[in-house]
């Protein structure tokens, strides 16, 4: 327990009423939106795109066909790149809506 005229970090504050309000999956989820580029690549993701997160199951929005092709090659990678470099948690399906 802590002093009363001890500073806490605010980086513990905020994870505590995050958690307290039930929050890390937006947070988690924002994330994702903020690192898309970089996990699947630039190129990819201006024809790929993730709109949400619901029941761990994302669901991203492809271009047309020729690019939902592409995305069911790389459905697995993506999802492992989730996973290391998110959570682990967050995702465990990816559903494409062209």
């Not at 995050?18 to 890390?24: A, D, R, S």
């Not at 761990?56 to 690019?67: F, M, P």
């Amino acid at each position: 327990m802590r002093k009363k005229d001890e500073f806490e970090d605010i980086k513990t504050i905020l994870e505590r009423i995050i958690k307290k309000n039930n929050l890390t999956g937006k947070f988690l989820e924002e994330e994702l939106r903020k690192k898309w580029p970089d996990l699947i690549g630039k190129e990819i993701s201006n024809h790929i795109t993730p709109l949400s997160v619901k029941n761990k199951i994302l669901y991203v929005k492809v271009e047309n066909s020729a690019w939902n092709n592409e995305f069911n090659f790389l459905k697995k990678d993506i999802l492992e790149k989730i996973k290391l470099n998110i959570s682990k948690d967050l995702v465990k399906n990816i559903i494409s809506k062209v």
